[in-house]
């Protein structure tokens, strides 16, 4: 039987702010993200997110971003190897911690919006994560930009890895994601979403902005919680995938 895993960006909210649509979301997806505390996320957010997992048993990812709550972690900051290094040690030594309170263990780390897109472009920004990530848990999965410079680091050290594809993002003919400050870059309409995903899943390729079609590995999928009509295409697509027989689990699953 084929497989994918269904990935989704959560705990996201902060204090009193309400962000996303964990609860309704999660029951379709087989891993999470969990945001770490600078982007978005705090401390009871991160308590709370993390048993909501664990009760819908699907597995559990750091999420970490640049400090920066304004902008929600989606502007780059100029920072160096060991500052993003520190930086993502930081992160998931808060995940490793709230997990190991719910007898847990932490399956892997995506960086999240200007963090992971730099890592997709940017080799020494891309080892820096890597090695955080190999000198806390030889073990963790690295979810990145399918065809990134972030899973080429990791495949050099030897790291554990998922190719990660996006259903609501407009690509570029280079495979990168076209920037979120561009109008018509984020899918909204459910069917388009749907068209892309089992595209990528079942053929390995995707429609870019121009028209032309490349080659993706395609081992997780992204469902972002702040799009509109994220809860309705992550249940249709469920009932797809269920139609086409192919499993959703998380990345390693046997």
């Known amino acids: 039987m084929r497989k994918i895993d269904l990935n989704c960006d959560c705990g996201e909210g902060y204090g009193i702010y309400q962000f996303g649509q964990d609860e309704k979301i999660i029951k379709y997806v087989s891993s999470v993200n969990i945001a770490c505390g600078l ?31 304004m902008g929600f972690g989606r502007r780059e900051i100029t920072l160096t190897y060991d500052e993003i290094y520190n930086l993502i040690i930081y992160q998931i030594g808060v995940m490793q911690a709230f997990c190991k309170s719910q007898n847990i263990q932490l399956h892997h780390v995506k960086p999240h919006g200007a963090l992971y897109n730099m890592a997709a472009r940017d080799m020494n920004i891309a080892r820096a994560i890597v090695r955080a990530i190999k000198d806390l848990d030889t073990q963790l999965i690295v979810y990145g930009l399918a065809n990134s410079k972030l899973i080429d680091a990791a495949d050099e050290v030897n790291l554990p890895f998922a190719s990660e594809v996006f259903a609501d993002r407009v690509y570029l003919n280079d495979g990168i994601l076209m920037s979120r400050n ?73």
């Open 39 to 69: 982007h978005a996320g705090d401390p009871f957010v991160i308590a709370k997110t993390v048993l909501l997992a664990r009760e819908q048993n699907v597995a559990v990812g750091a999420h970490p971003g640049f400090s920066d709550l």
């Open 182 to 254: 561009l109008k018509g870059s984020v899918h909204e309409n459910v069917d388009t979403m749907i068209e892309q995903a089992l595209t990528l899943i079942t053929e390995g390729k995707v429609s870019c902005d121009n028209g032309e079609k490349i080659s993706l590995d395609a081992d997780t999928i992204c469902i972002h919680g702040d799009n509109a009509n994220a809860y309705q295409f992550v249940k249709t697509l469920r009932d797809r995938l269920q139609e086409l027989s192919i499993n959703v689990c998380p990345v390693g699953s046997k």
